[in-house]
Each structure stands twice: as structure tokens, then as C-alpha cells.
């Protein structure tokens, strides 16, 4: 290297002042400390508001029928309570560090369960009338469910109905932390939330468990209860359906399940119709049954008729308490009551005087039993005799062989009894 390199070298390295700094740089120079300078000032703005936005995307809102969770790095964040973030702005650190899982919590969720219903034609579902009913029920495509039969008297069993019913679930979310941690959710795509693949991701299994809860009540009741759609059917359900929910611990908690429409099949529409109107016909009868006795329990008794005879049917009561129930009764049975009453009372007395009559004939039986005896018949025969309404007298044989008698009954149309002509 030449001193005259060196000379320069040692120029370039020396302190340049600050005040003559442009006049040691070319143009070239200039231009290039500018834009440096420029660049670094925009690289500090785009890092300062990229991490504006990395802060801000962290925030997110609760809706005020939602309840949310935290998950960092797929763990649910937090303690006890602190783990559900009500309503409200909250913050956590953004995608991929934490997640967060909104739950919909007082959202009423409704599901349509026609499991249970026999198959229609996209014009039925319209309501157009079916164009041709099956013959026969084709369990491969016709749900149905089975029902009891109300007894037999004299069957040796019992027997069993099929209905078509369709069903609707109604349900919330009241244990997020639970509902999450133990039903599978599919994962949400892109532009959706948890809240969109819920009711999908829980419908197979809601129905599942609905349909077991509902075959195993509906077999409990007759076909009747299930054609009024009686609501112990949709309690049974709900509560039967509710204790497999508790036992998966699903956090879901069934609102209520209706039961509407009930059918019986089309195929035997005919037969069921006859069969409603004799237990129509059947119930009639009865309910006119009822109305008679109680019409006639209430000529005879009076309205407390009932009780009374109830209260007369204890084997304990006697006596006082007992004569005193029998008078309580009114209608025909306190004349029936006042007949008997009067019959005991002559009964009573003829008797009375029958014994007095024979206690003054004793002596005189005592004397002369023969004489006393012949006297009793005498008045027997006259007491018979005049009640009679015809008197045929035969007179002994007097050659001692046998005298055939023969009477002509009824001879006379004209002669007619006493009793009867009596009034």
C-alpha cells in the first residue's frame, strides 16, 4: 500500500465533527442515512401496533345469556369459580396461548324427536293426504312404540299396543364447566363458535338417551293414556330422561318433554275407530249405571247415604251408636224402617197374646185335655172354612167299601178368590 492509501485511510478514520458531517458525506451517503433512518422509524411503529393488536385481540364479550371458559394451552384456566367468566369484557392472552370457550347458558334449546313416527312422503310432511296407506307396517322405515293393553279378565296375560307419537325436547346448558369437560364437541370451523356446533354435536346423543328414557315409560301405560297424551307420560320421561343425563354428568338439564301427536296405525284405522266407540258406548253406560244408583241411593237414604252405610258396615258397631245411624237415613229407607218397625211391634203383641190365651187355656187342658183339644180344632176348621172361597163336603161310606171322589177344579169361572177381591 502506497502512503498516499494510507494518508487517506487514516482521514477517513478521524472523528468527524458534528457540524461538518454533511460536508465530509456525498449525496449518495445522504440519501441512504435518510431512508435508513426512516426505516427503522417505521419498523418501530409497525412493531408498536402489532403489539397493540396482539394486546387487543385478547380481549373478547360475554353475552348476557352466556358463560365462559379459559383454556391455556387446552387446560381450563382457573380455580373454583374463577374458571366461569360471567357477562361482561374480559382478557386473556390471544391465540395460540389461550382459547376461549363461550358456552350459551340460558340459551333454550329445542329438539324434534320423530323417531317414534311412522314414514311419510315429502307431500304428507306438507299435509297433503297420503295417495295409497301400506298394508302392513314396515318396521325398517315406521318407528313406533309399544304400549300396554289394558287387562283382560279371564286372559291368561297381558297384551301390547303400537302408537306412533312424536316427541320435543326442550333443553339448557346449566353446568358449562361439566357439559364441557364430558360431552364431545366437534371442533368449530373457521368463523364459527362453540355455540354453532353444540346442537350438533350433542343431538345423537340427546336422542339416544330420549329414546331409551321414552320406550321404557311408554310400555308403563295403555294406549288410551298415550292417544290423550296424559301428562304422567311426559313426567315419567323427563325425570327417567333427566337421571341418564345426571349419571354421564352432561351439565344439561332437561327443561321439559312434550308429547304430541299420538296415533295408532294407519293400517288398523277402521278396527280402532269401532273399538273407541264401544269403550264410548261402554263408558256411557256406566256413567248412567252410576247416576241410577246414586239416584236410587238417594231415594232410599238420603245424600249421606253412602257414609252411613260404611260406617254401618263395622262389625264393632252395635247398640246405641248403631240405632242411632239408621235414623240418620232418609227417604224410603225410614219407611221401610218405620214398616218393619210396626210389623216387629204386632208381631210382638200377637205373640203376647197368644201366650196370654194359652196361659188361661192351661187349666182347663189340665181338667179336660180331650174336650180343650176337640174345641181348638173346631175353631181351626170354622177359621178355614170361611176363608174358603168353595166348600166341598163328602160324606163317609156308610157300606165300608172305598168311595172314589173325584173334583173338578176351577168349575165355576165366576168364583173368584177373597184375597184377591180384597182391595
Not at 200 to 212: H, N, Q, W
Not at 215 to 223: A, E, K
Not at 243 to 251: A, H, N, P, Q
Amino acid at each position: 500500500m502506497s502512503e498516499q492509501d494510507e494518508t487517506n485511510l487514516q482521514q477517513q478514520a478521524e472523528p468527524v465533527e458534528a457540524g461538518n458531517v454533511d460536508e465530509g458525506l456525498d449525496v449518495g451517503s445522504k440519501s441512504l442515512a435518510e431512508a435508513l433512518r426512516i426505516s427503522f422509524a417505521l419498523l418501530k411503529l409497525v412493531m408498536v401496533l402489532l403489539l397493540i393488536l396482539f394486546v387487543a385481540s385478547g380481549f373478547f364479550t360475554v353475552g348476557p345469556d352466556e358463560q365462559a371458559l379459559v383454556l391455556r394451552f387446552g387446560k381450563i384456566r382457573g380455580v373454583g369459580e374463577d374458571r366461569l367468566l360471567g357477562p361482561g369484557l374480559h382478557w386473556s392472552l390471544p391465540y395460540p396461548i389461550d382459547e376461549q370457550v363461550i358456552i350459551p347458558v340460558k340459551k333454550v334449546h329445542i329438539l324434534p324427536i320423530e323417531d317414534f313416527w311412522y314414514f311419510e312422503t315429502e307431500s304428507e310432511k306438507l299435509g297433503n293426504p297420503p295417495e295409497r296407506v301400506p298394508r302392513r307396517l314396515n318396521p325398517r322405515v315406521d318407528g313406533y312404540c309399544i304400549t300396554r293393553n289394558d287387562i283382560i279378565t279371564g286372559s291368561a296375560g297381558n297384551d301390547y299396543n303400537i302408537v306412533h307419537c312424536k316427541w320435543q325436547l326442550t333443553y339448557v346448558i346449566d353446568r358449562p364447566e361439566i357439559f364441557f369437560r364430558n360431552i364431545y364437541l366437534v371442533n368449530p370451523e373457521p368463523g364459527q363458535s362453540f355455540a354453532d356446533v353444540i346442537p350438533e354435536s350433542i343431538t345423537p346423543l340427546l336422542k339416544s338417551l330420549a329414546a331409551d328414557a321414552i320406550v321404557t315409560t311408554m310400555v308403563n301405560f295403555s294406549i288410551d293414556d298415550a292417544i290423550l297424551s296424559k301428562t304422567e307420560i311426559a313426567d315419567d320421561v323427563r325425570i327417567m330422561l333427566q337421571d341418564k343425563m345426571d349419571e354421564i354428568s352432561s351439565g344439561i338439564k332437561v327443561v321439559s318433554i312434550q308429547l304430541s301427536p299420538v296415533t295408532w296405525p294407519r293400517q288398523v284405522d277402521e278396527a280402532f275407530l269401532r273399538s273407541i266407540k264401544a269403550k264410548q258406548d261402554k263408558g256411557k253406560l256406566i256413567t248412567e249405571a252410576e247416576g241410577y244408583a246414586e239416584n236410587i241411593m238417594n231415594e232410599a237414604g238420603g245424600s249421606a247415604a253412602h257414609e252411613i252405610l260404611s260406617a254401618l258396615k263395622d262389625p264393632t258397631l252395635s247398640g246405641k251408636p248403631e240405632a242411632q245411624l239408621w235414623s240418620q237415613l232418609a227417604g224410603t229407607a225410614q219407611e221401610k224402617i218405620a214398616e218393619a218397625r210396626a210389623y216387629r211391634t204386632k208381631v210382638v203383641e200377637s205373640a203376647k197374646a197368644d201366650a196370654e190365651y194359652l196361659r188361661k187355656l192351661l187349666p182347663e187342658y189340665r181338667k179336660r185335655p180331650g174336650l180343650v183339644i176337640q174345641e181348638i180344632y173346631q175353631d181351626a176348621i170354622e177359621i178355614v172354612l170361611e176363608n174358603a172361597d168353595e166348600k166341598i163336603i163328602v160324606q163317609p161310606s156308610t157300606d165300608g167299601r172305598p168311595r172314589e171322589v173325584r173334583i173338578q177344579l176351577n168349575r165355576d169361572p165366576a168364583i173368584k178368590s177373597k184375597t184377591a177381591a180384597q182391595p
